[in-house]
């Protein structure tokens, strides 16, 4: 049994800061690439960033600059700083984790947080 536990969404006018967190816990071998996803209304969920298990990072071209994505592999956590918060990020944010059983291997997803960005 696997699972993920996100938090640190909220409201935020424009130019604001959050962190996310997602926090995964069960019977886990290892964690391979950990990531951020949204959904904003009547879109189709995207990828905002992923890091690897070496810490090698990838951006969605609308976030660089502005977010980072990080991990603490001691606490099987991963983090998204936003920082420069924009109207148009304004999404339910999903974590998505690459989770290795001692036989098996599959993707989990977190329960998504909202953020809204005011402007």
């Known amino acids: 049994q696997v699972q993920l536990v996100e938090s640190g969404g909220g409201l935020v006018q424009a130019g604001g800061s959050l962190r996310l967190s997602c926090a995964v816990s069960?019977?886990?071998?290892?964690?391979?690439?950990m990531g951020w996803y949204r959904q904003a209304p009547g879109k189709q969920r995207e990828l905002v960033a992923q890091?690897?298990?070496?810490?090698?990072?990838v951006y969605v071209d609308s976030v660089e600059g502005r977010f980072t994505i990080s991990r603490d592999n001691a606490k099987n956590t991963v983090y998204l700083q936003m920082n420069s918060l924009k109207p148009e990020d304004t999404a339910v944010y999903y974590c998505?984790?690459?989770?290795?059983?001692?036989?098996?291997?599959?993707?989990?997803w977190g329960q998504g947080t909202q953020v809204t960005v005011s402007s």
């Open positions: 069960g019977s886990i071998f290892s964690i391979n690439t």
């Open positions: 890091i690897t298990g070496g810490g090698s990072t």
């Open positions: 998505k984790v690459d989770v290795h059983g001692r036989q098996w291997e599959r993707d989990f």
